[in-house]
């Protein structure tokens, strides 16, 4: 019978939208709750885990019904993404290296490039809602 606190070894055996199901030997099956996975947020839990997939896990909990609740991020065996996450669209303009130990005019500049842009965004949209865009002509229906 398993224990709370006991790492095992298990194997995938179902996967569900909220988590996935192992078999721990000893006809004992746990769940481990998608929260549980990985140690960061898990949409899609077909991303890190495969039905047959060897896990390790960590005993939670069992209740009354010995239903025993697992955890893989516990058990420091979290699995790797097999899927690539999806790139962003847009990720801006490449950073330069950024000195260690920057001086203040270094810093002052790197403000003033931000304001600066940022500025230039806030005029051009300024410009764009006022250009008339989108407004009725004379013509009346």
Known sequence: MAEIGEILDGKVTGLTKFGAFVDI???QTGMVHISEVAPKFVNDI???LEVG???KVKVLGIDENEKISLSIKQA???PERKKPA???V???QKKKEEPENPTFEDMMSK????SDE???DLKRASKAKHSGYGKRSGARR
Do not use: L
């Open 86 to 88: 999806a790139p962003n």
């Open 53 to 55: 997939q060897e896990v």
């Open 111 to 114: 403000w003033k490039s931000s």
């Open 90 to 92: 847009w990720q801006g």
């Open 25 to 27: 030997g000893d006809g």
């Open 46 to 48: 077909g991303e890190y």
């Open 76 to 78: 420091d065996a979290t």
């Open 118 to 120: 940022k500025m230039a």
